[in-house]
């Protein structure tokens, strides 16, 4: 079992950055992709990035285009926590975002979900 707590969700104005960070309990965090979704209100879940296990490496990362050169996906194994550092938001990131981990390495269909952090961009 995988247990995941996001913070750092919030109020930023268009333009402006945050970064988010997820906290995984359980074993084996090392050994396990994990991932960013979101979900808009009115819209459905969307995947938002993903960064495999690849040892002391970091993992090969993956995004969606809507979100590319903007937010960046990075792994501590040492603490067992994956952050998103977006910048340049719009008012079209705003939803909840939730981090995901997948033990079978499928960074878009996780297995695990965590409870969500709300962020809002303000135009």
């Known amino acids: 079992q995988v247990r995941l707590v996001e913070s750092g969700g919030g109020l930023v104005q268009e333009g402006g950055s945050l970064r988010l960070s997820c906290a995984a309990s359980?074993?084996?965090?090392?050994?396990?992709?994990m991932g960013w979704f979101r979900q808009a209100p009115g819209k459905e879940r969307e995947f938002v990035a993903g960064?495999?296990?690849?040892?002391?490496?970091?993992?090969?990362?993956d995004y969606s285009d809507s979100v590319k050169g903007r937010f960046t996906i990075l792994r501590d194994n040492g603490k067992s926590t994956v952050y998103l550092q977006m910048n340049n938001l719009t008012p079209e990131d705003t939803a909840v975002y939730y981090c995901?981990?997948?033990?079978?390495?499928?960074?878009?269909?996780?297995?695990?979900w965590g409870q969500g952090t709300q962020v809002t961009v303000s135009s």
């Open positions: 359980g074993n084996t965090f090392g050994r396990i992709s």
């Open positions: 960064i495999t296990w690849n040892g002391r490496i970091g993992g090969s990362t």
């Open positions: 995901t981990a997948a033990r079978s390495g499928a960074t878009r269909r996780p297995e695990y």
